[in-house]
């Protein structure tokens, strides 16, 4: 009866522990979060943009190198946190987006975070999102005294998004300036528009005889 009674504190112990949920050990073995998709952009080869009247354009060129592959980063952070990051998504919660702006564009990179990210219902659409090949431009402008000023970015960013019920394609194009604060390339002026494309499930044609074998995309823009 001793053992028993040991057995059961146990049991009951560990039921405490693991929240009252329905396997013995509950969320201490519960299975692990999914994991953010590897992305990046393929960004080509960025272009120097020189103000000065006489300017060396390979020494742009060179010069040009460090601020394109930091933003080129930036863009990169920006669009993973705002589309591929399970912790965001399936939390509806964005603020690691607004990391990437500066303090005179954060005010307005909040009023468009539906624009922005894949959106504060992305949970209840979509099991996973997965990236898809991306591109982005860059551009490297220079003050008069041959300085990096801005970098700008272009980017067409696409993943796929599959529910329960469909499978959405995800496009984001943006445009975005860049300029450096405290050592730090933030964005400071941006335009982003969506035209996400959703492919409804094809009907069951054994419950549906004669029913089509295709669906028509149809399109979901936002401004």
Do not use: C
Request: negative net charge.
């Amino acid at each position: 009866m001793g053992a028993l009674a040991l057995a059961a504190v146990v049991v009951v112990g560990v039921v405490m522990l693991s929240g009252g949920d329905v396997g013995p050990l509950g969320t201490l073995v519960g299975e692990d979060p999914p994991e953010t998709p590897e992305f990046e952009f393929e960004a080509s080869k960025p272009k120097a943009v020189t103000t000065a009247e006489k300017s060396n354009h390979q020494e742009a060129v060179s010069a040009a190198q460090a601020p394109a592959k930091a933003v080129a980063q930036q863009i990169d952070d920006l669009y993973t946190a705002a589309f591929l990051d399970p912790s965001n998504w399936m939390e509806g919660d964005y603020d690691a987006v607004l990391d990437h702006f500066s303090k005179a564009a954060e005010a307005a990179a909040e009023r468009q975070l539906d624009v922005l990210t894949a959106g504060p219902a992305a949970s209840d659409a979509f099991e996973s999102i997965q990236p898809m090949p991306s591109t982005l431009k860059l551009q490297v402008l220079f003050d008069p005294s041959g300085a990096p000023h801005a970098v700008e970015g272009s980017a067409k960013f696409q993943a796929r998004g599959t529910g329960a019920d469909a499978q959405v394609l995800l496009i984001s194009k943006g445009q975005f300036v860049f300029e450096k604060s405290d050592g730090e390339w933030l964005i400071v002026s941006f335009s982003v528009q969506r035209n996400d494309k959703k492919r409804e499930p094809k009907p069951d044609s054994s419950s549906s005889p004669g029913a089509s074998a295709s669906a028509e995309p149809s399109e979901a823009g936002a401004s």
